[in-house]
Structure formats: structure tokens, C-alpha cells
């Protein structure tokens, strides 16, 4: 498949591929690598694009898991050169300054808040870890962390916990942990817009 010639119609080749080897228990790393995508390999001149493959191998990972459908298009080039280092927000930072690195991308905080669900996969101590749930938010309102010595190692990221302490954040907190298809919905928005983001595309 030349990359140069990638539309919709390619997508069920590139599914059937990814669903081949995509497991529950490789899901959490898959979504991961979507976040941290500095994504950029030398690509052989015939091939999908690392870029489309990390989008849609995270949305099906979000399928798989029980998550709403994310219509990912395809089309992108890959970058010759990695990203510089230090985009990422640190694991650290309070609510005040993830929102302001997440703006500076053009995200605002309803759109960080979502994004952060995806942390309902993995080990982080929300709910399964297999499962593409709300239980990210449920878990952040009720801060078990507070009430017993050592638990807040045990849950989340610092930067998951101070979303909890800023009342805009806390807004969008309990909205989704009460009710998770908003919540699917929102997180769908946010993902397209999140691997669309400083994309380059094939031309027509």
C-alpha cells in the first residue's frame, strides 16, 4: 500500500492488521504510545504511515477495551526528525500548569480532563485496568488517597490528583463520573483532535 495513495477505503486492511496483534492487556501501552507519539521512523516508501498506524492502533485499543468507536483518518506523513524533547507535561505539575500547557497546544481544560480518562487503562489503580470505563473520575471524586496513608502512591499520577483541586477541573471531574457516555463522547472529540494535531497530510 503506497502512502502516497492512503483514503478511508484502506481502513479495514489496516484494522485487520492491527486487530491481529492488539490484545486488553497491550491496550494500555498502545493508547500510551498515542500520547507520548514523537512518532517518527525512516518509513519504507509502500507502507501506512507510523503516524496513521499509532492513531488508529490507540483508538482500536479504546474499542477493545470497551470505549466508544473513533473514526480516525487516515492520511499523515510521517516527520524525517523526532520531536524536541520536553513537550510533554511533567507527572509533577499542579492543575495551574497543566492547563496552561494544554492550552498552549490548543486544548482547553474541558478537553484535558477528558484526555486524562485514558488513564482509566493500565496499573494506575482506576478501577480495571483492562476496561475503558469512567471510573477514572469516579475514583478522582472520591480521593481515596486522603483517607489512608500510602494510597497515594498507589493512584494515579500526582498531575491526576491535582486535577481533583481545581474547581474547573473538578466540574468536568464529576460530569464524566456521572455519566460515561458524555464522557465517551467527549474523549472522542478530543483524541481525533489530539492525533490531528500538527499533522501533515498527503496531498489529494
Not at 492543575?95 to 480518562?117: C, M, N, P, R
Amino acid at each position: 500500500m503506497n502512502v502516497g495513495r492512503v483514503d478511508a477505503g484502506d481502513s479495514p486492511i489496516i484494522l485487520d492488521g492491527i486487530r491481529q496483534v492488539l490484545s486488553k492487556a497491550k491496550a494500555p501501552g498502545v493508547l500510551r504510545l498515542v500520547f507520548h507519539d514523537a512518532g517518527t521512523y525512516d518509513m519504507n516508501e509502500n507502507s501506512v504511515s507510523w503516524a496513521d498506524m499509532i492513531a488508529m492502533a490507540g483508538a482500536e485499543a479504546v474499542l477493545l477495551c470497551g470505549g466508544p468507536v473513533i473514526p480516525v483518518q487516515l492520511g499523515r506523513l510521517d516527520s524525517m526528525v523526532p520531536d524536541p524533547e520536553g513537550r510533554l507535561p511533567l507527572e509533577s505539575l499542579n492543575a495551574s500548569s497543566l492547563k496552561k500547557s494544554f492550552l498552549k497546544k490548543g486544548f482547553s481544560t474541558q478537553e484535558l480532563v477528558a484526555l486524562s480518562g485514558a488513564h482509566t487503562l493500565g496499573s494506575k489503580g482506576f478501577g480495571n485496568p483492562t476496561v475503558f470505563d469512567n471510573s477514572y473520575f469516579k475514583v478522582l471524586v472520591e480521593k481515596p488517597w486522603s483517607s489512608s496513608a500510602g494510597m497515594s502512591s498507589m493512584i494515579g499520577l500526582p498531575s491526576d490528583r491535582a486535577l481533583v483541586e481545581d474547581d474547573e477541573c473538578l466540574r468536568w471531574i464529576r460530569i464524566y463520573a456521572d455519566d460515561q457516555m458524555k464522557f465517551f463522547k467527549d474523549f472522542k472529540n478530543a483524541y481525533l483532535k489530539l492525533v490531528n494535531t500538527g499533522a501533515q497530510w498527503k496531498s489529494a
